[in-house]
């Protein structure tokens, strides 16, 4: 008798359960299984940037005209500024009613030597979208500079002779094809890479686990439940009501992306999946993923920018500042900017609350004291953004008059 196959979600959450098993009791075998991890995410980044570029291409080719692609690029900047600015609100409320930090000794603090130097200005931040050199980007997967390059070229070739235009639009199409043809083979590897992934993850932090239970407690309690708000109330009332679209059906059909986004703490890397889900799970067009996902994934971090107030915050209170009202709305424009300016990868989000600490004026020391935490609110967060970008991916598609898979 034939086995029935059991689908791919639930072979990944079963490969997380025994990832956290296996890494907590037998951390000594983590060798044996890690590089499947590694190799999982090595195959993921090498699809990003051709999958962005080609996917974008021919996303920008299909809309046709310079017309449709303003109304949609109008309509995916005012769903993330939007989204981001109430998942700030929402950390700053929550943060203010529950004061995480007041009281609590400073004991714990870990030194953060070397992080701050990474994050970038607001500058480089602008300037990275245009880049120098696009191969230079391509390589060291600059994913604004080519998002920004792909939309230029698509753009232009609808532009040019007939002739030429046609042969473009169809090479890029193809590339796209089989792209996602690779990404659908990479998928099929999601269960073993993301045992490989988190049976590590558990195996190096299963000492963390006292500290969180510790004096980061309630400060993670506040970072968890403005997540949890933001993803099950917020977000959803936003595809219901805008997007006009079930809210759950969709959940169900990214089970596999946002556990891979949770495992992987990084976006980008979950990218890819994303695309698949939305465009073949979800149904909504390529003309839509393909513009709004890769943008998504680099700037539209609600997850990150609740993250980043609620962490700033703490801080302050940590070291008895009061913050005026002037200096919370500047600690949300930052964590706004923060949050767009992080890129899609590890730890992001940690490295961009300098900015934030700055601009109030705050210690950059500060960072120390959470430094014990972050990794699995890396996790839950970045799963929040991928999500947010799922969500706007719909209501944006709905918005555009497609059917999709999960509209009302
Ligand atoms: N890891 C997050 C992401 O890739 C960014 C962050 O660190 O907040 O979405």
């Not at 690029?73 to 981001?84: C, E, V």
């Not at 930090?101 to 245009?130: H, K």
């Not at 792909?150 to 590339?175: P, S, W």
Request: charged share 15%; proline share 3%.
């Amino acid at each position: 008798m034939k086995m029935k196959k059991l689908a791919l979600h639930w072979q990944i959450l079963i490969a997380l359960v025994a990832a956290v098993i296996f890494g907590y009791y037998l951390p000594q075998w983590i060798n044996y299984v890690s590089w499947m991890g590694v190799l999982f995410l090595r195959a993921l980044k090498m699809v990003i940037i051709p999958l962005i570029f080609s996917s974008i291409i021919s996303g920008v080719t299909s809309m046709g005209d310079g017309k449709n692609l303003g109304r949609l690029g109008l309509k995916t900047m005012t769903y993330y500024l939007s989204t981001s600015f109430i998942a700030i609100l929402t950390g700053l409320v929550i943060v203010n009613l529950i004061k995480p930090g007041v009281g609590v000794d400073m004991g714990f603090s870990e030194s953060v030597e070397g992080l701050t130097a990474e994050a970038g200005s607001i500058e480089d931040i602008l300037y990275q979208i245009v880049p120098e050199n696009i191969v230079d980007a391509m390589a060291d997967g600059i994913i604004l500079s080519v998002i920004f390059f792909a939309i230029i070229f698509g753009y232009f070739i609808t532009a040019v002779e007939r002739k030429y235009k046609e042969t473009l639009t169809t090479f890029f199409d193809a590339i796209f094809k089989v792209m996602m043809k690779i990404t659908l083979f990479i998928i099929k590897f999601t269960p073993l890479g993301i045992f490989g992934i988190v049976s590590k993850e558990v195996a190096r932090n299963a000492d963390q686990l006292g500290n969180i239970a510790g004096s980061l407690a309630i400060y993670s309690a506040c970072v968890v439940a403005g997540l949890l708000i933001h993803a099950f109330i917020f977000l959803p009332l936003i595809v219901r009501f805008i997007g006009k679209a079930k809210p759950f059906s969709h959940f169900r059909n990214m089970v596999t992306p946002l556990i891979t986004a949770f495992s992987t703490s990084s976006s980008s890397a979950t990218l890819p999946l994303t695309m698949d889900a939305l465009e073949h799970k979800s149904g909504v067009s390529n003309k839509v993923t393909s513009f709004t996902l890769p943008l998504g994934a680099t700037i539209n971090m609600d997850g990150t920018a609740l993250y980043e107030c609620v962490a700033a915050m703490f801080i302050a209170q940590v070291y008895g500042v009061d913050l005026s009202f002037l200096q919370q709305a500047i600690a949300v424009a930052t964590a706004l900017l923060a949050s767009i300016g992080a890129a899609g990868i590890p730890m992001a989000g940690l490295v961009m609350i300098t900015v934030v600490l700055t601009a109030v004026g705050l210690p950059l020391e500060g960072i120390g004291l959470i430094l014990a935490v972050d990794r699995i609110l890396d996790m839950l967060r970045t799963s929040v953004n991928v999500w947010s970008d799922s969500c706007g991916a719909v209501t944006i598609a709905r918005s555009e008059k497609e059917t999709t898979n999960v509209a009302l």
